[in-house]
């Protein structure tokens, strides 16, 4: 149990265009998600908390305009690149908690970004 | 598959004490591993990174090392603090990223 999903796993798009991650918790209801980003040879660091039915809440220095994070089920999180540029290209990774389990975060299989 | 195991699950310690967290990989292809720290409710927080190329990152009174060839990374903690009571993680970057379950970690005054 506890699997969370994210589609796609890789994709690759031009500058400038819009691309849309989804990250579902598959057999649980999900009351928070977790986005991460991971550029080439640097460590894993958080995006953004987001819990369903409410707006999302930003780390420092990452831009909500550019990366708009949906989460209007209990089981789907969508983070949406927008005006994707090539310094975008990253390793996007989410993570969900189910409430009823505590703060044990379930992690998705991570989707490469690559933006020419 | 990769498999990450951490060693103990659970460990309780007086503060002032040094200690070591183990964590071991069965798949030695990978790009990097990483040490989190996930404290309750909150998301990870990054604490070392390792790229396969390396033996040892060091920050503060944490130091990381890694053995690729044996699967093995461990997390030194040195003269631990009650604030440094948090669940660590261990997590090996190949493919995908996998994490290991964790190891909890008390720290009492």
């Known amino acids: 149990g506890a699997v969370v999903s994210q589609h796609p796993s890789r994709v690759i798009c031009k500058s400038g265009t819009s691309v849309k991650i989804e990250c579902r918790s598959l057999d649980f209801q999900a009351t928070t998600m977790f986005w991460y980003r991971q550029f080439p040879k640097q460590s894993l660091m958080l995006m953004a908390t987001s819990n369903e039915g409410s707006k999302a809440t930003y780390e420092q220095g990452v831009e909500k305009d550019k990366f708009l994070i949906n989460h209007a089920s209990l089981t789907l999180s969508t983070l949406t690149v927008t005006s994707a540029h090539p310094e975008d290209s990253s390793f996007y990774i989410c993570s969900a908690i189910e409430g009823a389990r505590g703060d044990e975060q379930f992690f998705g299989p991570g989707t490469r970004l690559t933006v020419l | 598959k990769q498999e990450v195991t951490q060693i103990p699950a659970a460990l309780s310690v007086p503060e002032g004490e040094n200690l070591v967290l183990n964590c071991s990989f069965t798949?030695?292809?990978?790009?990097?591993l990483q040490w989190f720290r996930q404290d309750p409710g909150k998301g990870l927080t990054s604490l070392l990174l390792?790229?396969?190329?390396?033996r040892e990152q060091t920050s503060g009174r944490l130091n990381a090392s890694l053995d690729k060839s044996s699967g093995r990374s461990t997390l030194y903690i040195a003269a631990s603090q009650p604030g440094d009571s948090a669940t660590y993680l261990c997590?090996?970057?190949?493919?995908?990223?996998?994490f290991g379950k964790g190891t909890s970690l008390l720290v009492t005054p």
């Open positions: 798949d030695s292809a990978i790009y990097n």
């Open positions: 997590a090996v970057n190949g493919y995908a990223l996998n």
């Open positions: 390792i790229q396969s190329s390396q």
